[in-house]
């Protein structure tokens, strides 16, 4: 396991020895072991989608945010969702590809991002049923779920055949590899927010009748084999990142779990595979898991498995992530008390690492000026800074 070179400046990366860093937060701010690295502090990037890769190829203004954000103090980065090898894969324009032209995009971001003394994972996706024909890279081609989707009279999600899960295995497999071979610290795989692996999850949109639907088992064979092909892909050292939510982007009240015993059952069997670390997405990180309980979500997941834990869910913000937060034009101005909370809530062992949001689409230095006790300085996020990258 290797360490990160310590920064010259407050500019040129994440840098815990050479700063003093401000009481209240200093937990967030300690190094963490990450595969065979050592991560500079608990802060973590989240992957938020920034339709800025036409043609699916990361370009030089991509590499660049990706830098900044390392420049910044952030610890470890989670690429935005970058879609594998499958037709279905997308389902949104100008998001990045994890296949052919693009990866030589994504070897100048990793090379960035190293240069500067950072680690970096890309976000392997399948949106699944959120895919509709029309959409890049092949219009003709719809989307792919555990179940069809039928709207006016037309099928517009087709219900996947064991060849078709056969084929998306495989992709996510070779998209790891790619990812190990490209230099990546890492790779995580996106289960959550009604994407592919979550549709099947969720009983809702999985009403298959085979070994893939039916009993919770069924629900997640999918994913445990993705995992398990996957790890079989890569080295015992290269980390697997699992992201997983209980709500869905079309439903903030759906769950795929309802006790802790259901969610166990759930993830157990994951981390099994090969899942190395888990990312809980949460509204409010801070909530409870389940009524009548104390345990957030990431603090179950934590004690469940045993296996460290990225939480996230509005972080830095004054208002809690909610319908239409990416379309208003209004800020979210920091709670100058809501880091220091998070801190202690890692402290105590809640979770290991904290992910963070759009407040760093609008302020690439976050880290840094929470680190020196500048809260006060730190750019809110506001709309404007979805229209462009900010560097």
């Not at 396991?1 to 003093?20: C, I, W």
């Not at 995009?105 to 996706?125: C, N, S, T």
């Not at 909530?287 to 934590?302: H, I, K, V, W």
């Not at 979770?351 to 000026?369: E, H, M, N, Q, T």
């Amino acid at each position: 396991m290797d360490t990160l070179t310590p920064a010259q400046s407050p500019s040129s990366g994440p840098t815990p020895d050479t700063h003093q860093v401000n009481a209240t937060v200093a937990p967030l701010f300690q190094p963490f072991p990450f595969g065979r690295h050592v991560l500079a502090n608990r802060v973590v990037m989240a992957p938020m989608t920034r339709n800025k890769s036409p043609g699916g190829v990361p370009g030089a203004d991509v590499v660049e945010y990706y830098r900044r954000r390392v420049q910044g103090g952030v610890g470890l980065l989670i690429t935005e969702g970058t879609y594998i090898n499958h037709p279905g894969a997308n389902g949104y324009p100008q998001v990045p590809a994890f296949y052919g032209q693009a990866l030589a995009g994504w070897q100048k971001v990793v090379d960035a991002v190293h240069a500067e003394g950072g680690r970096i994972i890309p976000q392997l996706w399948h949106v699944g049923v959120a895919r509709r024909p029309g959409i890049e890279p092949d219009a003709t081609v719809p989307g792919y779920g555990p179940s069809a989707v039928v709207e006016n009279g037309v099928e517009v999600v087709k219900a996947m055949t064991q060849a078709d899960i056969d084929a998306v295995i495989a992709a996510f497999a070779q998209a790891a590899a790619d990812a190990e071979r490209l230099g990546f610290d890492g790779a995580e795989l996106h289960g959550a927010h009604g994407y592919l692996l979550d549709d099947f999850f969720w009983s809702v949109t999985n009403q298959r009748t085979d070994q893939y639907g039916g009993s919770l088992e069924n629900r997640i064979r999918f994913a445990v084999e993705i995992v398990r092909a996957v790890r079989a892909a890569v080295s015992p050292d290269f980390p697997i990142v699992f992201r997983f939510s209980q709500w869905k982007g079309v439903d903030y009240k759906a769950r795929i779990a309802e006790t802790a015993d259901e969610l166990a059952r759930i993830l157990l069997p994951l981390a099994e595979a090969g899942v190395d670390v888990f990312h809980v997405s949460t509204r409010r990180y801070w909530e409870p898991a389940f009524d009548g309980a104390d345990e957030t979500l990431a603090a179950l997941t934590r004690r469940l498995t045993g296996k460290p834990v990225i939480a996230v869910g509005s972080v830095g913000l004054d208002d809690a992530f909610k319908v239409g937060m990416f379309a208003s034009r209004d800020a979210f101005h920091v709670r100058p008390t809501d880091v220091a909370e998070a801190a202690q809530a890692l402290a105590r062992g809640d979770f290991d690492l904290l992910g963070v949001g759009r407040v760093l689409l609008s302020d690439p230095d976050w880290a840094i000026k929470v680190r020196d006790g500048r809260v006060d300085e730190v750019t809110p996020f506001d709309r404007a800074s979805l229209d462009r990258l900010v560097v």
